[in-house]
């Protein structure tokens, strides 16, 4: 048995989880969050805890236990505090600007590309070339950030393009200086 899917999830106050099988909703003053789970996964709400439990025996049931307990954990953390994600971007005239739900990013390309964020998710730029996203569901917001760093990944030579923030990009020796040809 799954030793995380055994530790029951506290549910703050103001936040509601109901299961009807095999969806689970959790709602809360940052939205509402649904996702639906293994059939193999039982989940029982008592009071202020919710309980995961595994109603099979296969091995991979077992290895779902504790990823469905810990899918409804960030799921009531994400509806009380949210996640967020930063971006930095790295080179010579790249900036950003934030609309609405479009990100305008221009990153050494000859047009600026607009960037669609999905529902949920929310940017914020910060001095032109530190964005922030910021939403309740961790998965789609992660999902987001990675699809952004791929409008231009950084590159391996001088480090330019559009990283999380605080990321170490192991730069490339470029050509040696000629020696002589010989």
Known sequence: MSRVGKKPIVVPAGVKVSFNAPVVEVQGKGGSLKKTLPSTVKVEVKGTEV?????SKEFKAKAL????RTLIQNMV???TEGYKKELELQGVGYRAQAQ?????????????VEF???AGISAQVD???KITLKGADKELLGFTAARLRKVRPPEPYKGKGIRYLGEKITLK???AAGAGGK
């Open 77 to 79: 953390v994400g509806v």
């Open 173 to 175: 020796q470029g050509k």
């Open 65 to 68: 236990h504790g990823l469905s």
């Open 51 to 55: 309980h995961v439990t595994n109603v």
């Open 116 to 118: 669609l964020l999905p």
């Open 127 to 129: 001095a032109n070339t």
């Open 100 to 112: 609405g739900n479009k990100l305008t990013v221009q990153v050494g390309f000859s047009h600026p």
